[in-house]
């Protein structure tokens, strides 16, 4: 790949994950305050968030199982259109099961961060447009993106209250506007990844059975250290908190929503701050002690966020590790399974 196809291919890459975080954050604030407004009681919304992670779970085991076969391209565009699909569903109905079923399809993100299957192709492309020197700062800046668009799509789930005072309309109708939002900002990103060449030389997956005996050890640590470290983020997600605060405190969406902006703005600049400590530390390094301070925080505030400093390095040392295989396309599997495990948890214990 030349430089500049390789420029092009990283600014599509970018400008897609901002707009899929934009969204990302808008959803993980309002799904939950949403539902709440449709009169579903905790469990029914439990068994919502639930089942919008068991759909991204699917997600991302049917593209580590197909994906080998199948091109990139079509798995992105097929990715951010299911979102849409289940968007448009959303809006349309307020009958539970029907809601339940959306979330599923849609794959709404509860957690306020992407750990789908489409972060995986991402992560799998993106090293072919950097050499290994480089790496770092292309995952430094790609997360620094994802992370601004959390905290704006934060922001921006505060519009249903704005759109109430100005226009007089009710809270839900406001809630139904704005999440509208949602799919538009998908449905731009799949416009983006249509643009993706269908192959790239350099970038393609692999399956499990074709890893070489060294790789395999390796790639089932490192799955298991990524899959204990969501297990534990599993019990803190921003449409549980958002749902929290509103119905403990009162809180309005406008208030959630800048709480959970103001989070994400200072998560984005801990990426900077790890691609220059991953350096001088080495990136296991960083991904281990950038999580100390965070769980100490976590035990004393409860409503504290997991690190988010880590997420740089991590995407990075599987890619410097695995030299020309992709392994990064297996390697974020288990994620999205440790998450829903906690929130279905949460949903039976209710």
Request: aromatic share 10%.
């Amino acid at each position: 790949m030349s430089p500049h196809d390789a420029a092009s291919l990283r600014r599509i890459l970018y400008t897609a994950a901002f707009l899929r975080a934009l969204a990302i954050g808008l959803m993980a604030v309002l799904i939950g305050l949403y539902c709440s407004r449709l009169g579903l009681n905790a469990a029914q919304i439990g068994v919502i968030l639930s089942a919008a992670l068991w759909g991204a779970a699917l997600a991302a085991l049917l593209t580590l199982v197909m994906g080998p076969r199948l091109s990139q391209r079509g798995l992105l565009f097929a990715l951010t259109g299911l979102p849409v699909l289940g968007a448009t569903i959303l809006l349309s109905t307020d009958s539970y099961p029907v809601i339940v079923a959306a979330a599923f399809v849609g794959m709404f993100n509860v957690h306020g961060r992407d750990r789908g299957a489409i972060p995986i192709l991402e992560q799998t492309l993106l090293p072919a447009t950097a050499g290994e020197r480089e790496r770092t700062r292309i995952f430094a800046w790609y997360n620094v993106l994802l992370d601004a668009g959390y905290a704006v799509g934060g922001l921006m789930a505060g519009l249903p209250t704005l759109l109430e005072g100005a226009f007089g309309l009710s809270t839900l109708d406001a809630m139904k506007i704005v999440l509208a939002l949602f799919g538009a900002l998908y449905a731009g990103a799949a416009a983006l990844y249509s643009r993706v060449p269908p192959a790239l030389p350099g970038a393609q997956p692999v399956s499990i059975a074709r890893l070489s005996p060294a790789s395999r050890p390796i790639v089932a640590k490192i799955s298991l250290l990524f899959f204990l470290d969501a297990f534990g983020g599993g019990f803190i997600g921003s449409a549980l908190l958002a749902y929290f605060f509103a119905e403990r405190f009162g809180a309005p969406a406008a208030q959630v929503a800048l709480l959970f902006a103001i989070g994400r703005v200072l998560s984005a600049f801990s990426h900077l701050a790890a691609a220059w400590l991953a350096r001088r530390i080495g990136l296991i390094n960083t991904m281990v002690f950038t999580h100390i301070p965070s769980s100490v925080c976590l035990i004393a505030i409860f409503w504290s966020s997991v690190s988010a400093v880590d997420a740089t390095a991590r995407p990075a040392w599987p890619a410097c590790f695995k030299k020309r295989l992709r392994e990064t396309f297996f390697i974020k599997k288990s994620p999205c399974c440790s998450e829903n495990l906690r929130t279905s948890r949460r949903c039976l214990t209710r």
